[in-house]
C-alpha cells in the first residue's frame, strides 16, 4: 500500500472506475445485440406464435445450463441465441466483480481481495454450480 | 403477444426511470395481472431486465466517480447471500404467497416514494467498521470534491441481506430498501448512495439469475422483448429527466402502484396467480 506506483500507476481506483464503467457498457451492448438478433430471427421464423405463459412448464434442458446453451447456439436455433445474449447479460456484472479482484490484488488490498473473492464465488456457484 | 409486451416494458422502464423505482416493479404486476404470464416467468424476465439497466445505468454513474466501489463490493456479500437465500425460497413457497409478498413490498415501495428524501449528516465520526474497511470517500460537487464518512455499517449491511432476499424471490432490484440502508442508516450523501445501489443492484440480480435459469424460470421469448424494451425504456426515461415534471408523474405512478399492488394481493389471496 505505501508504495506510491500503485496510487500513481494504471490500477488507481479512477482507472478501474474507468475499466469498470467500459465493461459495463460493452456487456450491455454485446448481451443486448446478441438478443435482438435471436429476437428478430425467431419473429421472423415463427411470426405471432402464441406462446402460453399462463401455464409453468419449465424449460428444456438446452436451455438452462450454461454449457447447453453455449452448444446450442451453434445450431443457430432463435432460442439458444436469445439465451446466449442473457447469458451475456447475467456474465456482464461477474465479469464486473472479476475485474475488481483483479483490481484489489494489483493494490494489494487483503480485506478487499478477500471480500470480491466470496462475491465472485457466490455469483459462480449460482450460474455453475450445482443443479438446483 | 411479443409486441405489446415489448412496448409495456417500454413504459415500464422508463417510469422506472423517471420515478426511481426501477422497472421490476412495475414489470411483474404487468406481466402477470395484464398478459396472464405465471409469476414465475414473470420474475425470470424481470430479473434479466433489472441486470440489463442496473448495468447500463452504472457505467455511466462509476465514470462519473460518484460510486463508492469499496461500499458497494462490501454490500454485495450480503445482498448476494440473500439473493441466493431469496431465490431458494421461491422455489419453496407457493406462487399464491409470492404474489402477496410481492404487494407488501410494492405498497411500501410507493410509500416511500411519495416521502421526500432527507439529506442526512455526514458529519461526525465514523463507524469503526466503516474506517477498517476504508469506506470513507469522496464525490464530485459544483465546489469541488466533498468528503464524506460512513456510520453505522452492521444495520446498512443487516438492510442489505434483506434487500438480497426481496430481489431474489421478487425478480426486483429492492432499490427502496437499498436506498434506506445507505440513506438511513449508513448516512451517504445521495448521489454516492443511489448510484452505488444501483452499480450492486446487477450482481445482485446476476446471482439469483443463474437458479432461475436453472429451475427454467428464464423463458428466452418471453425475456427478449422485456429485456430490449425495458432497457431502451430507462434510457430514453434517464435522458427526458432533466425536462419531466417528476413530482406529479410520481402522484400519478404512486396511485397505479397502489392499485397494482391491491390487484396482487387481491389474486394472490384468492389463489388466482
Redesign the interface.
Known amino acids: 500500500m505505501s508504495d506510491p506506483l500503485w496510487r500513481t500507476g494504471r490500477w488507481s481506483d479512477e482507472h478501474v472506475e474507468l475499466f469498470v464503467g467500459n465493461l459495463l457498457r460493452w456487456g450491455v451492448i454485446l448481451a443486448a445485440a446478441v438478443t435482438a438478433i435471436g429476437g428478430a430471427t425467431f419473429l421472423f421464423l415463427h411470426g405471432a406464435a402464441i406462446a402460453d405463459y399462463r401455464v409453468f412448464h419449465g424449460q428444456p434442458d438446452a436451455l438452462t445450463s450454461v454449457s447447453e446453451v453455449a452448444r446450442n447456439a451453434y445450431t443457430l436455433r432463435p432460442e439458444a441465441i436469445i439465451q446466449l445474449g442473457l447469458l451475456l447479460l447475467i456474465a456482464t456484472p461477474i465479469a464486473r466483480v472479476a475485474l475488481s479482484l483483479l483490481a484489489f490484488a494489483k493494490q494489494h488490498d487483503r480485506t478487499y481481495i478477500v471480500v470480491t473473492t466470496i462475491v465472485l464465488g457466490l455469483l459462480l456457484y449460482s450460474l455453475i454450480g450445482v443443479g438446483v | 403477444?411479443?409486441g405489446l409486451v415489448a412496448i409495456g416494458s417500454f413504459a415500464a422502464g422508463m417510469l422506472g426511470a423517471l420515478t426511481g423505482l426501477g422497472g421490476g416493479m412495475i414489470i411483474v404486476p404487468m406481466?402477470t395481472l395484464v398478459?396472464?404470464?405465471?409469476i414465475?416467468?414473470a420474475i425470470g424476465a424481470s430479473l434479466?431486465s433489472v441486470?440489463?439497466t442496473?448495468?447500463?445505468a452504472?457505467?455511466?454513474y462509476?465514470?462519473e466517480?460518484y460510486?463508492n466501489?469499496?461500499i458497494g463490493?462490501?454490500l454485495?456479500?450480503a445482498t448476494?447471500?440473500g439473493?441466493?437465500a431469496g431465490?431458494?425460497i421461491a422455489?419453496l413457497i407457493s406462487t399464491s404467497a409470492i404474489a402477496v409478498i410481492f404487494s407488501l413490498v410494492l405498497a411500501y415501495s410507493a410509500f416511500r416514494s411519495l416521502r421526500p428524501r432527507e439529506e442526512h449528516s455526514t458529519d461526525g465520526p465514523p463507524d469503526k467498521w466503516a474506517t477498517?474497511?476504508?469506506m470513507d470517500g469522496t464525490y464530485p460537487t459544483p465546489e469541488g470534491m466533498q468528503s464524506y464518512t460512513v456510520h453505522n455499517v452492521p444495520t446498512g449491511f443487516s438492510l442489505m441481506f434483506v434487500a438480497g432476499i426481496l430481489s431474489g424471490l421478487l425478480g426486483i432490484g429492492s432499490g427502496a430498501v437499498k436506498v434506506l440502508a445507505m440513506d438511513q442508516a449508513m448516512r451517504l450523501p445521495f448521489k454516492v448512495s443511489t448510484t452505488t445501489s444501483n452499480f450492486m443492484i446487477?450482481?445482485t440480480?446476476?446471482?439469483?439469475?443463474?437458479?432461475y435459469?436453472?429451475?427454467?424460470?428464464?423463458?428466452?421469448?418471453?425475456?427478449?422483448?422485456v429485456?430490449?424494451g425495458v432497457?431502451a425504456g430507462a434510457l430514453t426515461g434517464a435522458r427526458v429527466l432533466a425536462g419531466a415534471k417528476v413530482p406529479a408523474l410520481r402522484a400519478v405512478f404512486t396511485v397505479v402502484i397502489v392499485f397494482l399492488a391491491i390487484e396482487m394481493a387481491y389474486k394472490g389471496l384468492r389463489g388466482g396467480i
Open positions: 403477444m411479443t406481466l398478459f396472464g404470464v405465471d414465475r416467468y434479466i441486470i440489463a442496473s448495468s447500463g452504472a457505467a455511466a462509476v465514470r466517480g460510486t466501489i469499496r463490493m462490501f454485495e456479500v448476494t447471500f439473493a441466493l431465490a431458494y422455489g477498517r474497511l476504508r446487477g450482481v440480480a446476476a446471482a439469483s439469475a443463474g437458479i435459469l436453472h429451475r427454467g424460470y428464464i423463458d428466452p421469448v418471453l425475456a427478449f422483448p429485456m430490449l432497457l
